[in-house]
């Protein structure tokens, strides 16, 4: 029907052209956009979308219990696939849950582009039934968004926001659409250039400034690199590597940078930060060259500011010019693409003589490593971690939740490939690891997905097994079940006289059994360290819906090594 | 210190809260904003100033910059600049204070644009310390309101002396 309107638009025949609702014109944009799979929930302000999506095969829209759930849906499903996630949610309520998901997009500068349904134009300001100020909400955790005030700017408003987020630094945008405007009817032209005269992100970084970058590194004697989320985000694993082993520089990773660069290199340190290795944390307190790349000195990397890296000089490269020299101040500034800078980086610089860094790097592994007690009458959660890296051969793609379960997968799974982990870094929202794993599963259903999660983050969004159910999808959840909300009393243990204010959870955790196959999910207790891997082995062979395994952990065991809040990064607890 | 910044941005939907929500945002506040439509049409510019430490100016600049709708961005404080305020400021007046008031609204090369029996409205244009002073000298009559537009300001290109009215 659409490309008869457009082959006789071009004849210029005088038969009327095809009159399109708002809400048929938005299904159209989002398959012009590319756009097949949707997580939303629907309601009175977007009926008439749901309607359109019912006769509509080419989208498959997954309707999730909860709207957190499906912003956290199509932020992994993001994260997986490199397509933006797209959510569609009704005006009021549904719009209100959508915020912590967005906000956790936004923090981790995740492309997602969510619809919420409006009260109608004329009744907006008047608190309508189901109306919410969702623009004014969303304001500082969005990177744009967009109110719909005519049908005729519906399509170039939908390509310009999944334009606007998903080029330069992704991040959410929000397109808030009036009913009425959904009932318009105007003619459908497809929109195929866009004009966004303030917004032009660079790509490529300033030559003379990678020139100086890559003598300041040609004569480093400490040089190290530490790598963010946008080498991930912006496809640049490959990229990083050849620099890397081009120059024969180690490279650590943020939380969110971790698959950016194998950790079975000897070139890599694993994670830094305040649960980084303690190699990873010396060698940015020591390094007399730091290249950060796609990463924000968040203050869980550089802990306590004054003390930080205070030996080196800093060479930043970022998409985002407001991100460099934030909380550091910056020798060598570039603003551009990894993907695009790196190389030209690459081209410039020769192979270090860096023998003796790399020796006492080495050397440090050697005496500080990660490691934890090993137990047969109790099972250890990193034990598990390790165990799920062994049995996926690390091909798995990785979802956390929020806390110490978090903290283990990041330190003892050992990431090879980018886009394998997946974890709520800047917010650390409890509840992301299960519907962020749908999500992940959905984008990519050939991967195995591991959602690791505790018994206080599973519980913020557990309803979303239903999903998981309904659409067969087969996310394997390790539960690691230690009774408490275990990070914050891991903190109260070590700084709080052990006094457990509001963090112990075993008195009135549910059967979580019984919960998973009331929702018709399969579930396996685990007591015993030696049906860990059995229980793993058993977990892959289900195909066609979620298993939780619930791994009684040692309650009490602790993340390390630790930096204290507010104190040096070289000032590391050890277990 | 005081930092000026004139932003040229696209006037649209939701543009000017969210410049406003980068200074809220961290706890700063604006003490003067004013915008008009800039060169183009369709362009408004604004100028803004604040008080604050450089560096976190240097922030918002570089936030108010990545806005999707904002075009240009400079802080004014760092450059040789002109800038001026417009106030009107109604004060009391009765016969015997008429003429007094005249006198100071000439020195300020101010001009009287209201009359009534009781009171004078005044209007002055100049750089902000000049809009001080004049409200200073006419506060012993008894200002009854003021509004101001806030400063508009443009980088200087000139670089001599200009014989200047104010
Ligand atoms: C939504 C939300 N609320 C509160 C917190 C604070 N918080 C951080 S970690 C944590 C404990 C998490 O407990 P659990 O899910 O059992 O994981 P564990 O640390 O025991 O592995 C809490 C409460 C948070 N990060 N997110
Ligand atoms: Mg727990």
């Known amino acids: 029907m659409k490309s008869e309107n457009r082959s006789q638009s071009k004849q210029g025949k005088k038969s009327e052209p095809v009159e399109l609702t708002g809400s048929e014109i938005l299904v159209q944009a989002l398959i012009d956009e590319g756009v097949d799979t949707i997580f939303g929930y629907p309601g009175g302000a977007v009926i008439g979308i749901y309607d359109v999506f019912y006769r509509t095969p080419k989208i498959k829209h997954i309707l999730v219990r909860h709207e957190q759930g499906a912003t956290h849906a199509a932020d992994g499903y993001a994260r997986v696939t490199g397509k933006p996630g797209v959510v569609m949610v009704t005006s009021g309520p549904g719009a209100t849950n959508t915020v912590t998901g967005i906000s956790n997009a936004h923090m981790d500068s995740i492309p997602i582009v969510v619809f919420t349904g409006q009260v109608p134009s004329p009744m907006i300001g008047n608190d309508a039934f189901q109306e919410a100020d969702i623009i004014g909400i969303t304001r500082p955790i969005t990177k744009h968004s967009y109110l719909v005030k005519d049908v005729n700017q519906l399509a170039r408003i939908v390509h310009e926001a999944f334009h606007i987020a998903t080029t330069g630094r992704p991040g959410p945008v929000l397109i808030d659409l009036p009913k009425d405007i959904l009932v318009n009817k105007t003619s459908y032209k497809k929109i195929t250039q866009l004009d966004i005269r303030g917004y032009s992100p660079t790509y490529k970084g300033h030559a003379q400034q990678i020139t100086k970058a890559a003598n300041m590194i040609n004569n480093a004697i400490r040089p190290l690199i530490y790598a963010g989320g946008g080498v991930i985000s912006g496809n640049a694993a490959e990229e990083l590597r050849e620099l890397a082993i081009k120059g024969n520089i180690p490279v650590t990773t943020t939380l969110l940078g971790l698959g950016a660069f194998p950790e079975d290199s000897p070139l890599s340190l694993g994670m830094l930060g305040m649960h980084g290795t303690w190699y990873a944390n010396m060698a940015i307190t020591e390094c007399d060259v730091l290249l950060a790349i796609g990463a924000r000195f968040d203050d869980r990397i550089t802990g306590k500011l004054e003390t930080f890296s205070k030996k080196s000089k800093k060479i930043h490269i970022d998409i985002d010019p407001s991100c460099i020299a934030k909380n550091v101040p910056v020798n060598i500034p570039i603003v551009g693409h990894a993907k695009e800078t790196l190389p030209q980086l690459t081209a410039r610089i020769h192979k270090l003589e860096n023998k003796e860094w790399l020796e006492t790097i080495a050397q440090w592994k050697k005496e500080h490593p990660l490691k934890y007690k090993m137990s047969d009458q109790v099972i250890l959660p990193q034990y598990v971690v390790e165990k799920i890296a062994e049995v996926s051969k690390r091909k798995a793609i990785v979802v956390t939740d929020v806390g110490q379960n978090q903290m283990w997968s990041a330190q003892f799974y050992g990431f090879r490939h980018p886009r394998t982990l997946l974890s709520s870094g800047g917010l650390g929202t409890m509840g992301y690891g299960l519907p962020a794993a749908i999500g992940a599963s959905i984008g990519k259903p050939d991967q195995i997905v591991f959602c690791i999660t505790g018994d206080g983050g599973f519980q913020m969004n557990i309803q979303e097994l239903a999903t998981a159910v309904k659409y067969k999808v087969p996310v394997k959840v390790a539960l690691l079940n230690n009774g408490y909300l275990g990070m914050v009393r891991q903190w109260q243990e070590l700084f709080f006289g052990a006094r457990y204010s509001a963090t112990v959870l075993k008195d009135g955790n549910p059967d979580f059994i019984k919960v998973v196959e009331g929702f018709g999910g399969i579930g396996i207790r685990v007591v015993d360290p030696k049906d860990v891997v059995p229980a793993l082995k058993e977990s892959l062979k289900i195909k066609d819906k979620p298993v939780v395994m619930e791994f009684m952990v040692a309650p009490e065991e602790k993340v390390f090594p630790m930096v204290p809040a507010g104190a040096s990064l070289f000032e590391m607890l050890e277990e | ?166």
């Open chain 2, 1 to 166: 210190m005081k930092h000026t910044l004139s932003v040229l941005f696209q006037n649209r939907f939701n543009a000017i809260p969210r410049m406003a929500g980068l200074f809220s945002g961290r706890g700063y506040s604006i003490d003067s904003i004013s915008f008009g439509q800039g060169e183009e049409p369709g362009l408004t510019r604004a100028t803004i100033t604040t008080q604050g430490d450089k560096q976190i100016i240097e922030q918002i600049a570089k936030q108010l910059h990545k806005l999707v709708d904002v075009i240009k961005v400079i802080d004014l404080t760092y450059e040789p600049y002109v800038e001026r305020e417009l106030a009107l400021i109604k004060v009391s007046s009765s016969p015997s204070t008429r003429a007094e008031i005249m006198q100071v609204t000439d020195i300020f090369r101010a001009k009287i644009i209201d009359i009534s029996a009781k009171t004078l409205t005044i209007e002055v244009t100049g750089k902000e310390d000049k809009v001080n002073a004049a409200i200073g000298m006419l506060e012993q009559f008894g200002i009854r309101e003021i509004a101001r537009t806030g400063s508009v300001a443009l980088k200087r290109e000139y670089q001599g002396v200009i014989q200047s009215s104010s």
